[in-house]
């Protein structure tokens, strides 16, 4: 075997690091990965979706199961929880989507998107442009993997502000070189920083936990 065949490594999702299949190669990311953004991005849109969700979750006290503050305290609640406002407000969900798409017009030459309506309208004018261009994403564009990232984390956000469901419990995981990784058990996936290693979900799930001595 030469030194060509033997360096040659197998192609891998962008995504979640899993080796791609014959009929995927060429792609970057894995078509169960572009299955899960889709879900992930229809999910947030609607009436009935998770950033509409989010409205009902910002009086203080709604959706995470805080107790309002009653009138013998002494310090007056804020009027909106931060937390839902961040992510429903200009800045938040909409316009990380927006930014994206916008990536994606200019890698395609195409003219610059408009949008139009309220937060929630645009909300949902930007998911459905970025399915319906989620193929080509998913098979050519460089960073299909950080957005797919993003997109499952405003997800998350956005759930457990809807629903006071609290965050994943980090653990940290050693890799073989020395460096530490931070997961929660739902990471598709994770690349160490130290050595560039591309782990899959199973893969960093299996790594042993990080001795205190360890660089964090």
């Known amino acids: 075997m030469n030194d060509t065949a033997a360096d040659y490594s197998w192609p891998a999702c962008g995504a979640c690091g899993r080796p791609l299949w014959e009929n995927e190669l060429g792609r970057q990311a894995c078509r169960m990965c572009q299955r899960r953004v889709d879900d992930n991005l229809q999910s947030l849109a609607g ?6 969700a989010l409205s009902a ?3 203080p006290g709604a959706g995470n199961g805080e107790a309002r503050v ?4 002494r310090t007056a609640p804020l009027p909106l929880r931060l937390e839902p406002l961040s992510l429903s407000s200009r800045g938040g969900v909409v316009t990380v989507l927006q930014t994206w798409l916008v990536d994606w017009h200019e890698q395609l030459q195409w003219a610059h998107p408009r949008w139009q309506g309220d937060l929630q309208q645009q909300l949902d004018q930007v998911v459905q442009a970025l399915r319906t261009n989620l193929e080509w994403a998913a098979s050519q564009h ?8 993003e997109v499952a984390a405003l997800v ?8 006071g469901e609290k965050p994943e419990r980090r653990i940290v995981v ?3 070189c020395g460096s530490t990784l931070r997961v929660t058990i739902s990471t598709p996936g994770a690349r160490c920083a130290g050595c560039g290693t591309q782990y899959t979900r199973a893969d960093v799930l299996e790594l042993p936990l990080a001795t205190h001595g360890m660089a964090a």
């Open 70 to 73: 009653s009138g013998g305290t």
């Open 47 to 52: 009436s009935q979706g998770l950033y509409a």
């Open 57 to 59: 979750a910002l009086v």
């Open 156 to 163: 998350r956000s956005c759930h457990r502000q809807a629903t």
């Open 174 to 176: 050693a890799c073989p």
């Open 142 to 149: 460089p960073a299909f993997g950080d957005f797919s990232a």
